[in-house]
T-cell receptor
């Protein structure tokens, strides 16, 4: 069973950097699969933030790309999200997830199969 | 980029069939995926590759595709099916992920 658990501050001041870490158990992130971050603003829908592979390719939501940094620590089997220059609009529940990525068929298969429980990050002074 | 459009809400009585459409505004078509999210919980995958059901998901959940619209169908709706449902897809390379706006299923 793949389990993901986020950690990080629940309160961030405007203009500062939001930092979250996702610890993975039950699967080695360096063994394969893509991984990713998704967020959900209060009362709103899901928004994809970024997905990445441990040894390369990282894909970003164009609306967030200039502010997002993804890092990976394979020794600790975890990955991190940093979102800079945050505003109240970045207040959301942040999820980390495993991204099933298979582009070998005529139609690729791309979806999130394991999710964390989510953590609320509030941007406020 | 492209967008996925879902109706904000669908209501059905217990035992009836709920159908939740999700339409894409651009081609070419890629597979669609459906997630169920109950309040305070993370989303869980209920349909993948338009119509496949993951293990553990009840048979009353099914998916179909026609043109640029995919539909999640829940037959014999139960009170426990009341939740928010999201469709999701990606571009042909998998590098751009899109979620629909979500549909609140209310069981009357």
């Amino acid at each position: 069973q793949v389990l993901l658990q986020e950690s990080g501050p629940g309160l961030v001041k405007p203009s500062e950097t939001l930092s979250l870490t996702c610890a993975v158990s039950g699967y080695s992130i360096s063994s394969g699969y893509f991984w990713g971050w998704i967020r959900q603003t209060p009362g709103k829908g899901l928004e994809w933030v970024a997905t990445f592979y441990h040894s390369g390719n990282t894909y970003y939501n164009p609306s967030l790309k200039s502010r997002v940094t993804i890092s990976i620590d394979t020794s600790k089997n975890q990955f991190s999200l940093r979102l800079s220059s945050v505003t109240a609009a970045d207040t959301a529940v942040y999820y980390c997830a495993r991204y099933y990525y298979d582009g070998s068929g005529s139609l690729g298969e791309y979806y999130f199969d394991y999710w964390s429980q989510g953590t609320l990050v509030t941007v406020s002074s | 980029s492209f967008e996925l459009t879902q109706p904000p809400s669908v209501s059905v009585s217990p035992g009836q069939t709920a159908r939740i459409p999700c339409s894409a505004d651009a081609l070419p078509k890629q597979y669609a995926y459906w997630y169920r999210q109950k309040p305070g919980q993370a989303p869980i995958l209920v349909i993948y590759k338009d119509s496949e059901r993951p293990s553990g998901i009840p048979e009353r959940f099914s998916g179909s595709s026609s043109g640029t619209t995919v539909t999640l169908t829940i037959s014999g709706v139960q009170a426990e099916d009341e939740a928010e449902y999201y469709c999701q897809s990606a571009d042909s390379s998998g590098a751009f992920v899109v979620f629909g706006g979500g549909t609140k299923l209310t069981v009357l």
